[in-house]
């Protein structure tokens, strides 16, 4: 059966939602057509610009009748870059936009009925992110540019400021390239595989305001490395860490294995609630401080501990939740499988003068099961896993270990309905589920759950 449109259509379509990467959806005669730019509820004339057998793609000439939530992107790299896809929806639609679709996939993938809480939205929807990983490269009359890459490509759109990063990036991002020529460092060329400086990484802690600036570069030797430092602490006055990482590989990864210390401390110091964390060059930390702890404190509520509770933590990474829970758990026990990030998860346990904590690398699904049998059970599991979600073997273990409640974090609506199904087909239910919105201006969207086991809910 042939599609009822064809390549070059002109047709006027009413957008019923948006996919995961922000394109709205029209509908013709059921067929999905994927469009750039527009919002649902409006309704818009398209150019049909390629077919498939099961769906297609279109340009919007005009929008007809504009969402009431539609507004003027504020950033002037908008279209052109891939790092945001929802500024010209309104903060207040985004947030309305996302429960909806936290609602709609728990149905349609897992047919979860718990209820599904209007997401938590932050104040200020800008400038909130704590990291920036900037490429650097030359264009074609060898000038450095600095940016982020367009919509689904390793094209960099050379920019001078970002509007959900800090002042910091910013300052490095529009003032280092500027300096490169002038300090003798040459931009590396991802086709050619030529040149030094890769990526400059900025974190900024929140609570501290202390500030790492870590360069990536292709080689070890670095005769640059103090003029560097120097122009960086002119960029940006507040910075206490310059780091080099060396990344020789043709890749697109990165970070490469070594890290050395350039200027400064090795580490800064952030808080999450009353929780400190050492952050180093690498360590996995959320992007987001003021919605992380929204985040771990709806993980921490749905706990429900009462200073008797031994707690395991799946996907422990560096303890950032195994910490807020060992403030009112008898023990916390967490697993990760890098083992770096256990090594940082012991530091921050230690920073903070816990005892009650014990981290071990390894599989979740094979160390957990181990634990079990050396007697290590746990009243309350959590689980924080990557986009994939749970490993299935991790999932049997749950349901064969059934620990009285378990605590969902997922930052991908799609495979944790799949999981909550599978958990609740094992005999747990679902009590309700809270959205985060830790990434404003991206279709992203973190969710945290809870579920007991249905003898402890009495159903």
């Not at 960086?232 to 210390?261: A, H, R, W, Y």
Request: net charge negative; hydrophobic share 40%; with cysteine.
């Amino acid at each position: 059966m042939s599609a009822p449109v064809k390549k070059n259509d002109r047709l006027t379509v009413y957008i019923e939602d948006l996919t995961h990467d922000g394109n709205g959806v029209a509908k013709v005669d059921g067929y999905p057509l994927f469009i750039q730019g527009a919002l649902p509820n409006e309704t818009a004339e398209v150019h049909v610009v390629k077919t498939l057998k099961n769906y297609g793609f279109a340009k919007v000439i005009e929008i007809l009748k504009p969402s009431p939530d539609r507004v003027d992107a504020p950033c002037e790299y908008f279209k052109q870059c891939g790092g945001c896809q929802l500024q010209h929806l309104s903060y207040e639609g985004q947030l309305k936009w996302k429960e909806n679709m936290v609602r709609n996939v728990m149905q349609r993938i897992g047919k979860i009925d718990a209820p599904v809480l209007p997401v938590k939205g932050i104040e200020e929807p800008w400038h909130y992110r704590n990291k920036a990983q900037i490429p650097f490269s030359s264009n074609e009359a060898g000038q450095a540019i600095a940016g982020f890459y367009k919509t689904k490509s390793h094209s960099i759109v050379d920019m001078e400021r970002c509007l959900i990063q800090t002042g910091e990036a910013d300052a490095i991002l529009a003032g280092l390239k500027k300096e490169l020529a002038a300090i003798g460092i040459q931009p590396y060329n991802e086709l050619s595989h030529e040149g030094m400086l890769r990526h400059v990484v900025i974190r900024k802690a929140r609570a501290t305001g202390e500030v790492m600036v870590v360069l990536v570069t292709k080689k070890k030797k670095f005769p640059q490395k103090e003029a560097a430092v120097t122009t960086i602490q002119k960029l940006v006055p507040n910075v206490t860490s310059v780091m080099q990482n060396i990344n020789s590989d043709k890749t697109n990864v990165i970070f490469g294995d070594e890290t050395v210390n350039l200027w400064g401390q090795d580490v800064i110091i952030d808080t999450i609630g009353d929780v400190r964390f050492e952050i180093s060059a690498r360590s996995f930390y959320q992007v987001n401080p003021e919605q992380t702890e929204v985040l771990y404190k709806q993980a921490l509520d749905y706990a429900d501990l009462q200073g008797d509770e031994r707690v395991i933590d799946a996907y422990c990474g560096i303890g950032t939740i195994s910490l807020f829970l060992a403030q009112q758990a008898k023990a916390v026990m967490g697993v990760e499988i890098v083992p770096q990030a256990i090594e940082d998860a012991k530091r921050n346990a230690a920073l903070n003068g816990f005892t009650n904590t014990y981290f071990e690398a390894g599989p979740a699904e094979e160390v957990i099961p181990r634990w079990y049998k050396e007697g290590k059970e746990a009243d309350v599991l959590v689980v924080d896993p990557p986009r994939k979600g749970c490993d299935e073997a991790l999932l049997k273990t749950i349901l064969e270990q059934r620990p009285k409640r378990v605590v969902y974090v997922s930052c991908n609506p799609a495979t944790l309905a799949r999981d909550l199904r599978i958990l609740e087909d094992g005999g747990y239910q679902t009590q309700e589920i809270q959205p985060v919105d830790m990434f404003p201006h991206s279709t992203h969207v973190e969710c945290v759950s809870q579920l007991i086991l249905k003898e402890e809910a009495g159903t």
